[in-house]
């Protein structure tokens, strides 16, 4: 069993607040002690929320033995072997955190288990109040739509500039906020982020593979267009348009 692992810019508080979400997970007691309790839509991912000395935080714990399938099962332990999903969830955020691109502030994370498939491991975040998901406001036509549109665009550009990827830039892995009239947007889902390969090729060729990123961006066309709008500036041409199609393609 693992001790958790902490950020490093964190307070005494947090400290003992990964203290207190180990024991709960070590006791299976999580549940009951969470303010509440998130449904994710995933067999193998529980999320919560925790109150500790009046502050409130995410804790998302990956749990392959929940899995219905054991041939799945199998094949994310045996991935766990080398890196758990809290680790990676929790390294992919504080990349961002450290970029300055907005994303829930990372506080530790931890496994426990030995038999790969019946691991569990476990992330925890500061939590972002008064949140929705960007698709939300998408589903429901909200006339605030465009401004976080254009800042999803904005951070994915200021990310892919530092090298980094987030291989699932989809609305829902998007929160917005407003705080006394400020607009303010946060990547989540920290999990599929990593450092881009071969970082130094030329500027086609990283951003041709830049563009997988958003390949499963599930907008209108005039939509995809205006986001590459947002994303290139002034170098835009509708060249980028073809290499989205070509990424989209693979996915189907």
Not at 213 to 235: A, D, Q, W
Request: glycine residues 4%; positive net charge.
């Amino acid at each position: 069993m693992n001790k958790p692992i902490p950020f490093e810019h964190i307070s005494y508080e947090e400290h003992t607040l990964l203290d207190y979400i180990f024991e709960s997970v070590s006791n299976d007691t999580l549940a009951h002690v969470a303010e509440k309790t998130i449904e994710t839509g995933r067999t193998d991912h529980q999320l919560f929320i925790v109150s500790h000395h009046s502050k409130r935080y995410f804790v998302k714990i990956f749990d392959t033995s929940h899995h219905t399938r054991w041939a799945r099962r199998v094949e994310l332990g045996l991935k766990d072997i080398f890196s758990s999903g809290a680790k990676r969830c929790f390294e992919g955020s504080v990349m961002l955190y450290r970029k300055g691109i907005p994303t829930a502030k990372p506080i530790g994370y931890f496994s426990m288990g030995l038999v790969p498939w019946k691991k569990k491991s476990v992330v925890i975040f500061e939590m972002i109040e008064d949140a929705q998901a960007l698709h939300v406001l998408y589903k429901d036509l909200d006339s605030r739509f465009e401004t976080f549109f254009a800042l999803m665009a904005h951070y994915t550009k200021k990310m892919h500039d530092a090298n980094i990827r987030h291989t699932d830039i989809v609305l829902h892995n998007f929160l917005v906020q407003e705080d006394n009239g400020v607009q303010k947007l946060y990547m989540i889902d920290t999990d599929k982020v990593h450092y881009a390969g071969l970082s130094r090729i030329s500027f086609l060729t990283k951003t041709f593979f830049d563009m997988h990123c958003i390949r499963r961006l599930n907008v209108s066309e005039e939509e995809i267009e205006l986001f590459l709008r947002h994303y290139f500036g002034e170098k835009y041409t509708s060249f980028w348009k073809k290499v989205f199609a070509f990424w989209s393609k693979k996915t189907l």
